[in-house]
């Protein structure tokens, strides 16, 4: 499976962004993690794609959004109230299983990357 993300860039505190990620076939969870500078990776949302369930990070509840085009193969991450500490590169993951994953070991595909930058 291949997964491209795109959507990242700059933006200022308070604002938003969407990224999305696109798989070349059907998964049965994708999630998002994100790592900042000098941090490790951390999860951020994750989604079942059969029914849309979903779980986030206590860090993003009620500010991101995960949501999923399951006809594209996509999911998306919508991202309000940006935050300095937003700031990090975004990771989309994806696995057969069909749960809901939300540790790296867990998913067996990973995108490349794209940056989320919050200027204050």
């Known amino acids: 499976v291949q997964l491209q993300a795109c959507g990242g860039g700059l933006v200022q505190a308070g604002g938003s962004l969407r990224l999305s990620c696109a798989a070349s076939?059907?998964?049965?969870?994708m999630g998002w993690f994100r790592r900042a500078p000098g941090k490790d990776r951390e999860f951020v949302a994750a989604m079942r794609m059969a029914d849309a369930g979903k779980y986030y990070a206590d860090s993003v509840k009620g500010r991101f959004t995960i949501s999923r085009d399951n006809a594209e193969n996509t999911v998306y991450l919508q991202m309000i109230s940006l935050s300095p500490e937003d700031t990090a590169v975004y990771y989309c993951?994806?696995?057969?299983?069909?749960?809901?994953?939300?540790?790296?070991?867990?998913?067996?595909?990973w995108g490349q990357g794209t940056q989320v930058t919050v200027s204050s």
């Open positions: 993951a994806a696995d057969w299983g069909g749960s809901i994953y939300t540790t790296s070991d867990e998913y067996s595909y």
């Open positions: 076939e059907r998964t049965g969870g």
